[in-house]
């Protein structure tokens, strides 16, 4: 069955530029979340959206990262004015619901590199 | 604040060996672990999980150990592959659903 679909793959974009990353979960998974990853690291919590609850975003760090979440379903994470340090793969998960018992299910990611 | 993290940042093993990655956590409140695997260009993919009320918990090929004493975790890879080479990460669960996930271990298996 489809899986988490992240668009782009990857996306280079000169410092200062916005961006924008798409995230296609899973039907029926009310739970979404973004993380980043940077190289060699591991993933650090972003956002997270659960059903109509106002969002989690005590991950972002800094005022020029946003995120939405339309429509319960599809995903897009912002970042205005992008920096050299906002280098990274943006992963994007969503599961059934809340909580322990519910497994993340992982995208292939957007590969983000700013010059 | 607290964290997850890894002793061994990569691990060279032969194939058909078995195959241990370790992991510390210092968050004793948390009470959900769980090992990811990530191929190279891959998102992370759920290997196996435990909770805090389980010592061991045994999968397909994998074992995950945990010894809450000493905060450690381990995930235990039976007659290693060569598709089982990737990075691994431990996770934790804590604030209800935030994942802390460690910096991860490269497993590399030699034919």
């Known amino acids: 069955g489809a899986g988490v679909s992240q668009s782009p793959s990857n996306k280079v974009t000169e410092k200062g530029k916005d961006v924008e990353l798409r995230c296609d979960p899973i039907?029926?998974?009310?739970?979404l979340y973004w993380y980043r990853q940077s190289l060699g690291q591991g993933l650090e919590f972003l956002i997270y959206?659960?059903?109509?609850?106002?969002?989690?975003k005590s991950g972002l760090p800094s005022d020029r990262f946003s995120a939405e979440r339309t429509g319960g379903s599809v995903s897009t994470l912002t970042i205005q004015r992008t920096q050299q340090e906002d280098s990274a793969v943006y992963l994007c998960?969503?599961?059934?619901?809340?909580?322990?018992?519910?497994?993340?299910?992982f995208g292939p990611g957007t590969r983000l590199t700013v010059t | 604040g607290e964290s997850v993290g890894l002793h061994l940042p990569t691990l060279s093993v032969q194939e058909g060996d078995n195959s241990i990655i370790n992991c510390a956590y210092s968050?004793?409140?948390?009470?959900?672990f769980i090992w990811y695997k990530q191929e190279s260009g891959k998102g992370p993919q759920f290997i196996i999980d435990?909770?805090?009320?389980?010592d061991k918990r045994q999968g397909q090929r994998v074992t995950v150990l945990l010894n809450k004493t000493v905060k450690h975790l381990s995930l235990q890879i039976a007659a290693t592959q060569p598709g089982d080479s990737a990075v691994y990460f431990c996770?934790?669960?804590?604030?209800?659903?935030?994942?802390?996930f460690g910096g991860g271990t490269r497993l590399m298996v030699k034919p």
């Open positions: 435990i909770r805090s009320n389980m």
């Open positions: 996770a934790e669960i804590e604030a209800g659903n935030m994942l802390t």
């Open positions: 039907s029926g998974h009310t739970a």
């Open positions: 968050n004793s409140a948390s009470d959900y």
């Open positions: 998960a969503s599961s059934l619901g809340p909580g322990q018992l519910y497994e993340q299910y």
């Open positions: 959206f659960q059903g109509n609850s106002a969002p989690d």
